[in-house]
Nanobody, 124 residues
Framework: QVQLVESGGGLVQAGDSLRLSCAAS????????MGWFRQAPGKEREFVAA????????YYATSVKGRFTISRDNAKNTVYLQMNSLKPDDTAIYHCAARPGALLLTNIGTYPYWGQGTLVTVSS
C-alpha cells in the first residue's frame, strides 16, 4: 500500500508561484511513476504532469508546459510540483498519484494510489 499526502496549496494572485509537495509512505516509492492531476470546480479531473521513478523523464499537459515543473526526491519519498506564472484557470484541487512501473501515463485509471488533494486558488 502507498499513502500520499499533499501540501502547499493556497490562495495566490495571477502571476505568482507556488510549490506543491506530496509525501509518500511505503518502500516502493523510487520504483513508482508519480503524477499530478487537478480537478477544477464543475470539471473532470485532468492530467497535469508525471515523472518516472528515477526522475529522468517527465511529461506535461500542454496547458502547463513551460510553467510547471515536476520533480522528486527519492531520499525523502517526496514529489514536487513547482508552479510558476499561475493563472486563474489553474484554480483546482491538485492531487498526486502513484503507479508501479516506469511508464508515464496520463490516464487517471492507471494510477491505483491517490492523495486527498490540496486546493490552489488563483485570483485575477
Amino acid at each position: 500500500q502507498v499513502q500520499l499526502v499533499e501540501s502547499g496549496g493556497g490562495l495566490v494572485q495571477a502571476g505568482d508561484s507556488l510549490r506543491l509537495s506530496c509525501a509518500a509512505s511505503g518502500s516502493t516509492f523510487s520504483s513508482s511513476a508519480m503524477g499530478w492531476f487537478r480537478q477544477a470546480p464543475g470539471k473532470e479531473r485532468e492530467f497535469v504532469a508525471a515523472i518516472t521513478g528515477s526522475g529522468a523523464r517527465t511529461y506535461y499537459a500542454t496547458s502547463v508546459k513551460g510553467r510547471f515543473t515536476i520533480s522528486r526526491d527519492n531520499a525523502k519519498n517526496t514529489v514536487y510540483l513547482q508552479m510558476n506564472s499561475l493563472k486563474p484557470d489553474d484554480t483546482a484541487i491538485y492531487h498526486c498519484a502513484a503507479r508501479p512501473g516506469a511508464l508515464l501515463l496520463t490516464n487517471i485509471g492507471t494510477y491505483p494510489y491517490w492523495g486527498q488533494g490540496t486546493l490552489v486558488t488563483v485570483s485575477s
